[in-house]
């Protein structure tokens, strides 16, 4: 269950369709938009829809997310035909006030594991090492279908490997995340919760973590929040195609910037500066998202972008999220105490 918070106060807007038992509801006497998700209400595409909640700048939201399989695969045995749909999405979120240009900021402040186990699996044509039809190659068997179950210990915060070929097992700590979060795209489009882009989406992106705040443009009136995809833990690239996949419970801020727009995710905290970029091949992802960070780093801190382009080659970090979606992700970062001190407020 999640931790008990501090609350602020909103305001809850009742949307104008019927609400069922599983729709948005404010909390009596707690100023809390609570949602719950089920099978029924997710969404498969990031895109114009009717929203399940009207949220305020400045409310929270306490809402769950399913597992990428809709929480379909539950025990050795069960098969991907029991799937109904790619990383279900809880949404969207009308965030009131939200117009094209502005940028909506995602206070990430927390995030529980829903459950006792994860899932990992491949299948095939799928994964960063798997033939594929866009990288084909002669004479490779298709790999089979295969899935690994993860126990879960919250007290230790780990979560175990089990080998299915030889009785190997080992742990490894639990960083749980939101694959996906992202708003409606730009242009009328609607894209797939397996696509990552520039309003967000699925980035597998650790950084998607408590502590941290995302930055997205707004494309439409209400900007449209999703979120889904829940990782208990993932290794960089997530290379198998899977993580650690989890239902989840997240806990989220929302905050407006007028009249600005990031045009590509953006990532913050205490210590850092992140930007991401998506697209395929990786070495176009890298370059926008060090061209991101260095428009980043000379429209708040003063640096000339030459400046801003030599001390990233000195002290960035690059960080490949994943490496198997339509496109790639990569973040590209920099801590702030190589930073002069910030002259402008929000992200532009």
Excluded at 209 to 216: E, I, Q
Excluded at 256 to 285: C, H, Q
Excluded at 287 to 316: F, G, N, P
Aim: proline share 8%; with cysteine.
């Amino acid at each position: 269950m999640p931790r008990k918070w501090p609350y602020v106060l909103l305001s809850f807007v009742v949307p104008s369709f019927a609400l069922t038992q599983s729709a948005a509801q404010q909390s009596s006497g707690k100023d809390v938009v609570q949602y719950h998700a089920t099978i029924d209400n997710v969404k498969y595409v990031f895109g114009v829809a009717p929203p399940v909640a009207h949220v305020k700048p400045g409310n929270i939201l306490e809402a769950n997310s399913l597992d990428c399989f809709g929480n379909a695969l539950q025990k050795p045995g069960d098969t991907m035909s029991l799937v109904k749909g790619d990383n279900p999405l809880t949404g969207p979120f009308y965030i009131d006030g939200a117009e094209s240009g502005d940028t909506l900021v995602i206070h990430i402040l927390d995030l529980q594991v829903d459950g006792k186990q994860g899932v990992g699996t491949f299948s095939p044509g799928f994964g960063a090492v798997n033939s594929t039809h866009y990288t084909p190659v002669l004479e490779t068997k298709p790999l089979p279908e295969r899935m690994w179950f993860y126990p879960i210990d919250k007290e230790k915060n780990t979560a175990t490997f089990q080998a299915l070929d030889s009785d190997f097992k080992v742990s490894f700590p639990l960083h749980p995340f939101l694959g996906c979060i992202g708003v409606a795209p730009a242009n009328g489009e609607a894209r797939s919760s397996i696509v990552p882009a520039e309003f967000g989406g699925n980035m597998d992106a650790p950084e998607v973590s408590a502590g941290n705040t995302l930055y997205l443009p707004v494309n439409v009136p209400g900007a449209l929040f999703y979120f889904g995809d829940g990782h208990a833990a993932m290794g960089d690239g997530e290379v198998a195609g899977s993580a650690v996949e989890v239902p989840m419970r997240a806990r989220l801020q929302f905050e407006l910037v007028k009249g600005k727009s990031t045009g590509w995710p953006r990532f913050e905290n205490d210590k850092e500066i992140m930007a991401a970029g998506v697209y395929r091949p990786a070495d176009d992802a890298l370059r926008i998202a060090v061209t991101e960070l260095i428009h980043w780093m000379h429209a708040d801190y003063s640096l000339s972008e030459l400046d801003a382009y030599e001390l990233l080659s000195k002290v960035a970090k690059i960080h490949l999220t994943e490496m198997v979606d339509p496109n790639y992700v990569v973040i590209a970062s920099i801590e702030k105490k190589y930073l002069p001190p910030k002259k402008a407020s929000g992200p532009r």
